[in-house]
């Protein structure tokens, strides 16, 4: 299954990349369909103005060390999202900006 409609160009073009999936599934609720991350830092900021991201994908950021330190997108509408890890995780870790 792929991300929604509204992500499906990032995630395509990170699977382009080369970058590694690391999860693909329902993530922690039955309000999550297809959520898919990314080992590697997003640049959320460029990444939503070079895919056009619709306001309604909004920015998700986990900074609970417990549960996975990760930051992405997430379609309210879908219920998908593209999740990479967090900025504070970027040290040797690939940044995708979508060039």
Not at 35 to 48: A, G, P
Not at 56 to 72: C, D, K, Q
Request: net charge negative; hydrophobic share 40%.
């Amino acid at each position: 299954m792929l991300a929604c409609e509204h992500l499906q160009a990032l995630e395509a073009d990170l699977q382009l990349a080369g970058v590694e999936e690391t999860f693909r599934g329902k993530a922690w609720s039955t309000n999550c369909r297809e959520w898919v991350n990314f080992s590697c830092v997003l640049d959320i900021e460029k990444l939503r103005q070079k895919y056009n991201i619709p306001d309604f994908v909004i920015t998700h950021y986990n900074n609970e060390p417990r549960s996975g330190l990760e930051a992405g997108l997430v379609c309210t509408v879908c219920k998908d999202a593209i999740i990479g890890l967090h900025s504070s995780l970027s040290k040797d870790r690939m940044i995708f900006n979508g060039a």
